[in-house]
């Protein structure tokens, strides 16, 4: 029972109890009813105040959240688009080397790069690294899973099993509560390697990673996107679910 509600009931009863005893109500005690009645009224007006900067605060927050993914992502992009350009700049140099003639002057000849490829000993090292990360995970070991997930990515980028590294390293940052950050790594696994089957769920635990921190919006839109892109499968029903509660 809240406060007014116990307020009400002895204010309710009080004149009865002064009948029960056959006298009147003084009129000092009178005055400490009504003293007593302004500040509750005070202390209900404070506490309203207090809901309603709180909400306040908590919009903020969520409205802040989403300003701070958005700058991530740009910055995310601009390094991507960065290391295109180097990787470009490496490959236009490689490509096009020097030809000396028999007169002495140099001419721009076209290289062709083989396709890089794994030896037999590299692959056995990701794979390795690979298990150990997914092991890691399953075990609750979520900060040395994040370690190794990263080293994977960063090591072996190109393999097979890179976009579910990818989506395992997401996965570990949302089991530590770091939101933020997975939902950097699940919006990568989209980005990076969108025939991957891996997509429809990296979709999902962005929409839940938005809502882990209020972002209601945009995890409504990450729901909405995956039942449009994806409507088969297990992440659609729960993003159906999800939706339905939310709206």
Request: charged share 25%; proline share 5%; net charge negative.
């Given at each position: 029972m809240g406060f007014s509600a116990w307020r009400i009931i002895f204010l309710a009863f009080l004149p009865v109890l002064f009948l029960v005893a056959g006298c009147?109500?003084?009129?000092?005690?009178?005055?400490?009813v009504a003293e007593l009645n302004k500040k509750v009224a005070m202390l209900e007006q404070e506490l309203e105040s207090g809901a309603r900067r709180q909400q306040?605060?908590?919009?903020?927050?969520?409205?802040?959240q989403i300003r701070f993914d958005e700058a991530r992502d740009q910055l995310l992009k601009q390094s991507e688009e960065l290391q295109t350009l180097t990787r470009a700049q490496i490959d236009i140099k490689k490509r096009v080397t020097p030809k000396i003639t028999k007169d002495g002057k140099k001419t721009p000849v076209e290289v062709q790069e083989s396709v890089p490829s794994f030896s037999k000993a590299e692959e056995q090292v990701f794979e390795?690294?690979?298990?150990?990360?997914?092991?890691?995970y399953h075990?609750?070991?979520?900060?040395?899973?994040?370690k190794l997930f990263a080293a994977y990515l960063r090591d072996f980028p190109t393999t097979?099993?890179?976009?579910?590294?990818?989506?395992?390293?997401?996965?570990?940052?949302?089991?530590?509560?770091?939101?933020?950050?997975?939902?950097t790594e699940f919006k990568r696994v989209q980005k990076?390697?969108?025939?991957?089957?891996?997509?429809?769920?990296?979709?999902?635990k962005t929409a839940m990673?938005?809502?882990?921190?209020?972002?209601?919006?945009?995890?409504?839109a990450a729901y909405s996107e995956l039942l449009r892109k994806y409507p088969a499968g297990l992440s659609a029903q729960r993003a159906e679910k999800a939706l339905a509660r939310l709206e």
């Open positions: 009147k109500v003084p009129l000092d005690e009178r005055q400490a306040a605060l908590q919009k903020d927050i969520e409205a802040l390795k690294l690979y298990s150990d990360s997914l092991a890691a075990n609750g070991d979520y900060e040395n899973a994040v097979v099993k890179a976009a579910n590294a990818r989506y395992w390293l997401g996965e570990s940052y949302y089991s530590l509560a770091q939101y933020a950050q997975a939902i990076d390697f969108p025939a991957s089957t891996k997509v429809p769920d990296a979709l999902l990673s938005y809502e882990a921190i209020g972002g209601r919006g945009p995890a409504i």
